[in-house]
């Protein structure tokens, strides 16, 4: 299986500041059709994962445009440029070019 | 946009079977372009793929090995929805359930919390 491996764990943030979680895949999420199949949730207490990022770097509709992702083959970035109170929750990656879809374990961002 | 709504029990007896369905709306489950999921979450296994169906002249199937032999999921064209069971349940099963379709891999449906208990 594709482990995915996101860092940290946890982060805390000021509102206003930057906030970027790291994910490295043990293999590369490139298929052959030059897309990348890396994907970011936000998931908020009670609630499903919220699509954030898809294909790596396109940001979903209704997403704030402070979201971005970026990378490549095996290391991955989610960032948030100016960190506001309604971003807390678990942020997670998901790989889906192999079986099976395999999930980060998830980036906690709080609110200092 | 596709919008998945997810319909099922949340109390199972140990060794019975699970059985959730997801209506899609949006889409058709018969889309050639497209394969429907099933996931689900725990505290102690975190988010995990359970396995899929997707049509491509035929239905095809893949499932997780973690469940393999317990698993099935269905699609049902005249009510363009696709289900879930999972056979001879154990405590370890207890987590919420979500179904979701590929492509933008979103939104999910609303989730399911199902516990196994007697």
């Known amino acids: 299986d594709v482990v995915m491996t996101q860092t940290p764990l946890s982060l805390s943030v000021t509102p206003g500041q930057p906030a970027s979680i790291s994910c490295k895949s043990s293999?590369?999420?490139?298929?052959?059709?030059?897309?990348?199949?890396l994907y970011w949730y936000l998931q908020r207490p009670g609630q499903p994962p919220q699509l954030l990022i898809y294909?790596?770097?396109n940001r979903f509709s209704g997403v704030p445009d402070r979201f971005s992702g970026s990378g490549s083959g095996t290391d991955y970035t989610l960032k948030i440029s100016r960190v506001e109170a309604e971003d807390v929750g678990v942020y997670y990656c998901m790989q889906t070019p192999h079986l099976p879809i395999t999930f980060g374990q998830g980036t906690r961002v709080e609110i200092e | 946009q596709v919008q998945l709504q997810q319909s099922g029990p949340g109390l199972v007896k140990p060794s019975q079977t699970l059985s959730l369905t997801c209506a899609i709306s949006?889409?058709?489950?018969?889309?050639?372009?497209?394969?429907w999921n099933w996931i689900r979450q725990s505290p102690s296994r975190g988010l995990e793929w359970l396995g899929r169906?997707?049509?491509?002249?035929?239905?095809?199937?893949d499932y997780a090995v973690s469940v393999k032999s317990r698993i099935t999921i269905n699609a049902d064209t005249s009510k363009n929805e696709f289900s879930l069971q999972l056979n001879s349940v154990t405590p370890d099963d207890t987590a919420v359930y979500y179904c979701?379709?590929?492509?933008?891999?979103?939104?999910w449906g609303q989730g399911t919390r199902v516990s196994v208990s007697s």
């Open positions: 293999q590369s999420l490139q298929n052959t059709d030059g897309k990348t199949y």
């Open positions: 979701v379709r590929d492509g933008h891999w979103g939104p």
């Open positions: 949006g889409d058709s489950v018969s889309n050639n372009r497209a394969s």
């Open positions: 294909e790596g770097s």
């Open positions: 169906t997707y049509y491509r002249s035929q239905w095809y199937k």
